[in-house]
């Protein structure tokens, strides 16, 4: 492969991904933000830990996480 091929590859390639569009991961990481403080309306992750959210009731409303984030079930991690 010459000089020539591998620039008509990457001219190629470049047009392809151009067609493609933006792939960006905004909307990905906006609909993961599904668990919501019923207080203050503040979103988390679908991974967030129980540990995260208790410190999130404690510091900010001083009340216990079953009242920011009632039916809250953590998923177990993957290892």
Do not use: W
């Not at 988390?44 to 540990?51: A, E, G, H």
């Amino acid at each position: 492969m010459g000089n020539g091929q591998k620039a008509q590859h990457k001219r190629e390639r470049a047009k392809n991904d151009a067609k493609k569009g933006p792939t960006s991961q905004l909307k990905a990481n906006e609909a993961a933000r599904s668990v919501i403080c019923q207080v203050c309306r503040n979103t988390f992750l679908c991974t967030v830990r129980k540990k995260q959210l208790e410190e999130h009731a404690d510091n900010k409303h001083s009340k216990k996480l079953e009242d920011c984030f009632p039916g809250f079930v953590e998923t177990p991690s993957k290892k």
